[in-house]
Nanobody, 127 residues
Framework: QVQVTESGGGLVQAGGSLRLSCAGS????????MGWFRQFPGKEREFVGA????????YYADAVKGRFTISRDNVKNTMYLQMNSLKPDDTAIYYC????????????????????WGQGTQVTVSS
């Protein structure tokens, strides 16, 4: 079993920045692909970004391309999501997810391809 915990959410004004962290515990995350998803009220979780086990490959949803950057530090056993130029439409609960595969392969943007999840952290962007 892999356990991950998100942190770094909060309230920020439009145009501002936040950095979310996803810290693993119990075992190393270095052999797993990982991703970020977000959920709006009354909606299904949607894909934000994903990263391969080594950090060499990343993918982003069109809505966040050019504004968000996903990275990881396998020494610290932590994945990050740097969010810049935030918009009110970015307001959501953000979840960290771990896939039981080293590479991203296909369907990396599907929540059903991930095996372990954090509890989520709230991001609120005011206008």
């Amino acid at each position: 079993q892999v356990q991950v915990t998100e942190s770094g959410g909060g309230l920020v004004q439009a145009g501002g920045s936040l950095r979310l962290s996803c810290a693993g515990s119990g075992r190393t995350l270095s052999r797993y692909a990982m991703g970020w998803f977000r959920q709006f009220p009354g909606k299904e979780r949607e894909f934000v970004g994903a990263i391969s086990w080594s950090g060499d490959t990343t993918y982003y949803a069109d809505a966040v391309k050019g504004r968000f950057t996903i990275s990881r530090d396998n020494v610290k056993n932590t994945m990050y999501l740097q969010m810049n130029s935030l918009k009110p439409d970015d307001t959501a609960i953000y979840y960290c997810a771990v896939r039981n595969l080293a590479g991203l392969y296909s369907k990396y943007d599907s929540e059903y391809e991930y095996d372990w999840w954090g509890q989520g952290t709230q991001v609120t962007v005011s206008s």
